[in-house]
């Protein structure tokens, strides 16, 4: 298990959010740091917020209440996250993947990468369609880069195939270099390891820890696969009917009754009981059987 | 059509019999086929009644005997969909399908083409020249013995043996003397029907611009080709891979076959001066033009020096395709080339020496041509393509897909044949609307051109942008009007330093529409899908209604008149415009080849890379970064600034223009041409565009004048119905439409997504 | 499997290419004209063109008028003095500027022709007049009417109706004499246009007080808010710019509301579809019409009469004008061939020189082409219980008042 | 003010004439995300397959008793919906289903619409006529004044039009809402993968909602043609307003339909043609387009899915 590289600045800061769709309350009264360049985990069960949470620190959502301040990569002066456009959080250095996958199934995998490349060039319209120098320039580069970013995430050799020819999990890879392209301080994983196979989940964590080491980026995961979460994870965040119940280390968080209890739906006393006797193997089986937390 | 659902049904969840349910089925495509029939019977049936006789047609179409043969195509259709599954594995044999092509264009050629074009003889179509040239003693008698005087059917009884002589090699499949005999005689066939027609040709001494000879030497060559593929394959491969075998072999050598037939039929079959009352080969043409004052080098190239160059130059592009040499390549480009500048400058020297002695009321050098030095210029240069891509080869094969090479270009390479059909294109754009009748002329410059200009504009808003766009006719709309203010042809007149010429109005037009593309889609490319449809359409009929009823702003329903005529005036350059139809098509060739050009490099960007995602999706192409506000921005702006060029073309082509011509029923019709072509693919909405154009009027003398709606709106539903993806899908969409059968063919998921386009 | 897709595709394109020009009908243009070559012997064969739409959503003006073309070449095909033999070419141009130079080229390129009865409307006539003229083809129009197209220089122009200057201002006189308040209705069409302008702008010289008002042809065909919005007006007199068809539907939206002043049209809506359609809604409707007595010259119901009889419906608008444009185009070819030779020259010249009885009266063209001023009288109309009676010379009916 | 309500009248005719189309547009948008196109034909193919019948039984100048004319009219509503009903079946077999099996983008469904569109227009106008004013047997007084109050008049015609739109709409509502084909009609609009996963028929249910659309539009057919006229290409420009007014009420919502054909029926003839404002000489009935689709974008601007939203199933 590595050890947290946080250096103690705060890249989301999430103070008392509250989310409503109509009579329902999705997020309740959230507060939430990240601290930059850690792996900070959000479980919960189906139907705890999790991915409203996401769509809020991302602009698709605009919480009711609360403040969200954005300071994505190291140096940027935080500003607030709430009422951006998606493209705009997206430039302020926020990266995100989906829990359904969404790629741009008719491009290839390389296209598929250069088009996050691009969001950040500058060539316009006629420079494309007079073929300026700066243009050509600029596909170049935004070429070299997206092979670099497709060779780090493994797909090099399937550069020219469509997206939606890729197998499931090079599909999940993909969205990760995509996602990379855009040049992120903070990348946002929506249940990565959904619907792949063990070998593909261990390839995976490397994945999400190379990220974190090499590339210095701060992590933003939801998971259901607890094995995945508790070997990668600095942090890990727990949700529960849009509460927060729980916050802290791997280990803190597997012997918490309150989250053991929200996932087996006891109550916390019985739970505590049983956080003595089960293993974190036994939680794992029981919460990895769902998927679709919309 | 109805009948093709059924086939594909499979797997219904009721637990019958199989043979149960396979009998039901075979009941509904039965009935289906037989709705078929009776809608044809409708179709075909005579045309309508009136106030009094309501439905007059419709029982003149369901009665007897006639519905009865109807009765029979349907039975015909349902025994030909039943066993089609039969008929399957023949298809896919070597030969089978160009055979099928084959027989089909002499068909064509012999039902529905014109073999002359003097309308005396039952509208010069191959039913009344057939006849008269069997009965008239004048006429060389092999022609005549092709027409049948011997025996009547005789044109029909060629294409008959060559068919089956092929079809019996192919079925026993180990007989390549058989595919030789059949493919050789095809030929000869061809060639026989061109000679004949040349005969008849010459002794009517009408000017000649059919085609129906030379369609029929096309089609029996594609006879012939398939019994040599017959014969060379001994039932290996399929018809394609043979294609695709020659073309590796040696990659230049079906242009120069395709040359070289074409430059013989110029050379030795079609007339090169043609006045109203003769039709003069080239040697008649030499003499008719000895010590007229002709120039020595016209002289001598009549003689003699267009046979040297032309055969020259196809010795030359074999010899480099056989060989696959670089250098002999470039020669034979470089020779193809010059010999193409010299034809061009002869045929202006002769026809402009005719035109200055007011010959037959020529007026100017071009006219009075006729179809065979434009076939030979044609010929030249699909052989000087040849020697070019000969040379050009190896290079273009670049090793596989390494870092660094742009994916698209990478798939490009896939299609092998791109180039090679390419100059086939080009040669046929420069050469073959000079041969064309008047009628066709001013077809291809009046509704062809400017459609396809449109419809390359819209394919950007509709096929790359995935933007629903019912209301474009307005931005066609603003530009005629723009044009007609600054040319002075509205009620308000435009300020004097801004009275413009037409051309020169073609800035303003893009700026204005520019403008007006922004500030409709400000407010309401938020909008999706089917919305956006309703207020683009809205905004098509405001523009409309707004210029009909501002009378003393744009004069109304009467619309703006005697706008000028194009005209250049740069420097040495001085080009006007006038009554020479096929001087628009050039002007309008130079705009379609710029804009094509310019959009080609824009889909393979950066900004074409951003549609196709947010097309695709759009909530995940924000996430990524995209301001799908801008882009789409863009994608309206410059579509509508397409059309507004197309408009300042229309207008000061056409000199006169009524609101009536931006009506809405436009709008849906330019959508229909990109999506009929195919969404997103920039040949294919070129190809859409002109094939739907071009339909009605090929219609006009196949079927009553007022049946022709209704044909093509049958076209375009088989279309979607057989080939939704339309005439040439465009890559990115084919492979949506692939991605969706390979990840789900189940009903469920076809239904389709309520989100975006 | 994409290389045989590509062939195919090659295949479609070379034989769609070269079939363009297949089907092209007849022979080529050119300055130059040799009618005669060809069958020898025999009677000559000349061809009379129609350019009109005869598909779209203007087709039933084309087929009205093409009817009367047709009927006029059957009829001079029965007379076996004629000498020659008739053909007709129609040319659809759907109404539209946009289609008719293509429409056109059909026409000019077909040496027969030796005379064109069209096009229809006004747009497609600015956009080919001149080509026409060019090719020296003879153009004898039955009802496009804007009151510019004479002066626009098209070398063979003529016309068998007077322009929109000529009907309006007649029939605003008229309504002058018994009304101040008068609603003027067009039906936004370049024909309604150009009459409701001419109406409107004459009761205005007169100091009649005018409302302006318009019914969107091409907008829903429901008729009953403009007739609530005239019986609203408290206008005294309706003119109504349109054709017949709408015409009827408007007459009928009046009688719904009550309206009860004095209704008044033009040549547009002067028609047995009108009265059909209107039915007793059209009762007491006046018509301006420089156009002939259909109902009491003799040759008039035998027009109307054959026309029934071959195509089952009666006249509609502008078919007795097409029928007198087609039979100026044969008058002519016949005094071409007593003068020698029939050439779309001669043709062209024995039109502007004719002198004809027609159906919908004398015709005489002047040096512009159009009908003499002052020439062509201005009838007054009107629907007696469905059929249409003449009130005679407008302008003495309205001195009468 | 007699004539404010009188203008009134003439735009609830006007909009229970749009109001009856946009649920066929309404109903198969809910369930397939698609504008069908050859809407309007299904409209026009009501009022010529309605004409055939009515002519057969009746002749202009007939005028029986009460009894009869509600005879007449029934059978009139009910040919029109059966043939209406047909031509919108054969449409979905026809011209959709090859379509939805194939997987095809949604643009290729709109362009078969179209292509069907213009061959049902002009097959029609093929075998029986093109004549712009076909006007049915005058079987009764249709300016009979059934409300006379004030000088505010409602003639009978007008009291069948929006009488019999209201019954329609009233059984279209109740239909969807309270009978198992309507709850299987809201599931495949809800959800058309998980419908079929409980067992619904999705072609079926297609094929019905089709049907019904049909049904209503050939049932409208007969009463434009009552009230106005019929012709081979009557149904273009009804079709286009009556799909905005679908839009205008948020598309695939029944009650929206409704609404947005009412509004857009009242706004056509109110804005533009009341007198006060063409007193001011500034605006004509010839601007109606022009105001209506202005104020249909500014609506759209302001609510992007339209006045009610646009859910089958959330408003049903």
Redesign the interface.
Known sequence: MSTPASTGEVVYDVRNVTLRFGGVVSLNDVNLQMFRGEILAVIGPNGAGKTSLFNSL?G?YTPQEGTIMLAARAGDVPVSAIGK???VI??LGV??T?QNI???????A??NV???V????K???IA????LPR?RR???E???RA?ELLRSVGL?AR??E?A??LAYGEQRRLEIA??L??DPGVILLDEPAAGTNPAEKRELAALIQQINAERGVSVLLIEHDMKLVMSVAHRLVVLNFGQKIAEGSPEQIQKDPAVVAAYLGTTTEEASELVGTASVTKIDTDLDLTEGDV | MSTYTDVTKGGGQSRRSDAAEARIALAKRFAGCMFLAFVLALMIGTQEGTQDDFGYAFRKSVFAPRIGIFALIGVAVFLAVTFWPRIVPYLSRAGVRPLAAGALTVVVSFTLLNWTDSTDLNNGKFGGLRPAAAQTGGIDPVARLFFGSAFSLTPWLLLLIVVALVAAAIRFEDSSTLGYVGGGLAIVFGIWAQYAQSAVRSFLDYPDHSTGAGVALLGFVTIGVSGIVVARSHGKADSGGFFQRVYDWRPGMPLVALGAVVGLVGLFSAAWFSPTDRNAGIGLTSTMFHGTGLSGFSAAYLAWLAYVLFFATLILAGAASYLRHHLLGWVAAGLGVVSLLVTLYVMHDFSGLAAQSKFDGATGAWDNLGTGGWMLCGALTVLAGAGYLVARHEQVEVPDAAPGVSSDAALAAGSKLGPALLVVIIASALFFPPTATQFWQTVLVTEIGIYVLLAIGLNVVVGWAGLLDLGFIAFYAIGSYTTAYLTGRLPVKPPSFLELTPLAAIPFAIVICLVAGVLLGAPTLRLRGDYLAIVTLGFGEIIRVVANNSTPVTNGSRGAFNIPPPEIHIGPLDIKWGDNVLGYWYLLLVFVVIVVLLFNRLEHSRLGRAWAAIREDEVAAQATGINTVRVKLLAFAIGASTSGVAGVYFASQIGSFTPENFILNNSILVVAYVVFGGMGSLPGAMAGAAVLTWLPEFLRDQVPAEDRQMWIGAVILLMMIFRPAGLIPARRRRAELGGLDKKDSSETTAVPAGEGM | MRSRSVVSMAAVAVVGALTLTGCGSSSSGGGGLKADSGSGGGSKTYTIAFEGPLSGDNAQLGINEVNGVELAIEQANADKSLGFKLKLLKADDVGDPAKAPAAAATVIQDTNVMGVVGPSFSGATQAVGGKYGDAGIAIVNPSASNGELQDQGFKTWHRVIPNDYAEGPAAADWLAKSVKKVIVVSDKSAYGDGVAGAVSKELKAKGVTVIEQAADATATKDYGPIAQTVKSSGAEALFYAGYDAQGAQFAKALKAVDYTGVRMSGNGVKSDVFTKGAGDAGNGWYFSCGCADATTSSTAKDFAAAYKAKFNTDPSTYSPEAYDAANIVIQAIKTAKGKGSVTRSSVNDAVSAIDYKGITGDIKFGSNGDLPEGSGVVNLYQDENGTIKSLGDITKAAAAK | MHEFLNYVVLGLTRGSMYALIALGYTLVYGVLQLINFAHSEVFMSGAFGSYLVVNAVTHDGAHPAWYGVIGILVLGLGSGAAVGAAVAYGLERVAYRPLRRRGAPKLAFLISAIGASFFLSQLAGKLFNRLNNNDFPTYFNVNHHVVAVAGVTVSLVQAIIIVSALVMMLFLDTMVNRTKLGSSIRAVAEDAPTAALMGIDIDKTIARTFIIGGALAGAAGFLFGTAYFFSNTMGFIPGVKAFAAAVLGGIGNIRGAMLGGMLLGLIEVLLPTFPWWHATGLIGIQWTDVVAFLILVLILVLRPTGLLGEKLGRAA
């Open positions: 991302t698709v456009k998606t493209h997206n430039h990266a995100r989906f969404r790629l741009f199934p008719a491009l290839t390389l296209e250069k088009v996050g691009e969001t950040r060039m060539s316009g319209p494309s369609m007079l073929g243009q600029e596909e170049r935004s070429t070299e092979f090099a550069a020219n469509l939606s020819s995509r996602a392209g855009t």
